[in-house]
């Protein structure tokens, strides 16, 4: 590798820091000198190719960040809690896909194409990375911001397995066996009792006790009363702050459905100003990190099947709402393990790296 600043990925052996290494695997090039993977002492020597170079993770210590540029952190909340403000103190930037930071008032809560800006002013070394059902509509819900002025925000979620992490993941494919094959019938029970025979107890599942295969669960993270869950309030909270409307009013539905990975959403947002569909289509072309895929009448819209694995943000089935002024109702898909969170951090990252140059 050659001379440049030095990236540190903590998490590098976890379903978000696989994804970030795919993702600098794939780059035509980076500016990173050296690229150290740290991990829990459990993954300590395991090894790892990264462009080329079979590099040995390392276990998270204070001495893993001495010379460390840009740290970027894929592991849970209570670790970045605790780890990310001491990568900062040994002198590295902090780059955060936990939930830990995201509210904090000293903590940028960055996505590139919104408010790239933001990089800047980071008080504790430490800058966030967005929820990835915030992120998936960020990209799209941004541009139209800039050219119309976002005042209300409704939207429903369909959101995949691995947003709960590999454990999510797992846990939807064995539900998938245990249902195959069983002949179930038109009764509501039929799921539970196939996963029963399978084997499978309901009593451990990550999507709130609910079987998610052939079914949806209207529940995503944990309950914090008043009816809502704390994946809803993040979509209010986060939108807000990246998109500097402190006002903004928004009401969220998370929804999980038996995808693997992508997360999709219904969007049905209120503009200051007049905007129809033809405008939205401009403003949609014209951001790069935005594909449109709108051609209802020859079937012709994103779906998480074709998503997966794609960089972008994909829109569809734009249209003015009947009865709302100024309102548009929009389909978006986002790969919720890229863009959605390996991939929005790792640009943050990249916008770093010249600092350090
Ligand atoms: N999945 C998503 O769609 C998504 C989207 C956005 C944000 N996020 C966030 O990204 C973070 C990572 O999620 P994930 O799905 O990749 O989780 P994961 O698959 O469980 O991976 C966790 C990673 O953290 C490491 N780790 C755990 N405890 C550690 C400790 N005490 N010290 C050092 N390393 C430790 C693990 O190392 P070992 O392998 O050594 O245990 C592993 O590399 C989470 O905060 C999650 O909320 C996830």
């Known amino acids: 590798m050659s001379n440049g600043p030095t990236l540190a990925l903590v998490g590098a052996t976890g379903a978000v820091g696989t994804v970030m290494i795919d993702i600098i695997n794939g780059r035509e090039s980076v500016p990173w000198g050296e690229i150290r993977?740290?991990?829990?002492?459990?993954?300590?020597?395991?090894?790892?190719?990264?462009?080329?170079?079979?590099l040995t993770v390392?276990?998270?210590?204070?001495?893993?960040?001495?010379?460390?540029?840009?740290?970027?952190?894929?592991?849970?909340?209570?670790?970045?809690?605790?780890?990310?403000?001491?990568?900062?103190?040994?002198?590295?930037?902090?780059?955060?896909?936990?939930?830990?930071?995201r509210m904090d008032d000293d903590v940028p809560l960055v996505v590139p194409e919104v408010n790239?800006?933001?990089?800047?002013?980071r008080p504790r070394g430490i800058i966030?990375?967005?929820?990835?059902?915030?992120?998936?509509?960020?990209?799209?819900?941004?541009?139209?911001?800039?050219?119309f002025g976002l005042k209300e925000l409704v939207v429903a979620s369909y959101q995949a397995a691995s947003g709960a992490g590999q454990d999510?993941?797992?846990r939807l494919y064995a539900e998938l066996d245990a249902v195959s094959g069983k002949g179930l019938g038109a009764k509501?029970?039929?799921?539970?009792?196939a996963l029963e025979a399978g084997g499978l107890s309901l009593a451990d599942t990550p999507f709130a006790g609910t079987p998610l295969a052939l079914n949806v669960v209207p529940s995503a993270g944990s309950y914090k009363g008043d009816g809502w869950f704390s994946e809803e309030l993040k979509v209010r909270n986060e939108?807000?702050?990246?998109?500097?409307?402190?006002?903004?009013?928004?009401?969220?539905?998370?929804?999980?459905?038996?995808?693997?990975?992508?997360?999709s959403l219904a969007v049905h947002a209120t503009f200051e100003r007049e905007v129809t569909v033809e405008a939205a289509h401009k403003v949609f072309e014209a951001q790069p990190s935005v594909v449109l895929v709108d051609d209802p009448e020859n079937g012709r819209f994103p779906s998480p099947a074709e998503v997966v694995g794609n960089d972008p943000t994909y829109v569809g089935r734009v249209r003015q709402?009947?009865?709302?002024?100024?309102?548009?109702?929009?389909?978006?898909?986002?790969?919720?393990?890229?863009?959605?969170?390996?991939l929005n951090t790792y640009e943050v990252a990249e916008q770093l790296a010249p600092e350090f140059s």
């Open 239 to 263: 939108s807000r702050k990246i998109l500097g409307i402190p006002d903004l009013k928004v009401s969220a539905t998370c929804v999980r459905v038996p995808v693997v990975t992508t997360h």
């Open 188 to 193: 509501a029970g039929d799921v539970r009792a």
């Open 116 to 121: 790239a800006d933001k990089v800047a002013d």
């Open 321 to 342: 709402a009947l009865d709302f002024p100024n309102t548009l109702d929009f389909f978006v898909c986002g790969d919720n393990l890229r863009k959605g969170a390996a």
């Open 58 to 101: 390392i276990a998270l210590s204070p001495e893993a960040f001495d010379g460390v540029d840009v740290a970027m952190f894929d592991v849970p909340d209570e670790v970045s809690a605790e780890w990310a403000p001491i990568a900062a103190e040994r002198g590295a930037v902090a780059v955060d896909n936990s939930g830990a930071f």
């Open 37 to 54: 993977l740290i991990a829990s002492p459990r993954s300590a020597g395991k090894k790892i190719t990264v462009r080329g170079e079979e």
């Open 168 to 170: 999510g993941v797992d």
């Open 128 to 147: 966030a990375n967005p929820n990835c059902t915030t992120l998936s509509m960020m990209a799209a819900l941004g541009a139209l911001h800039r050219e």
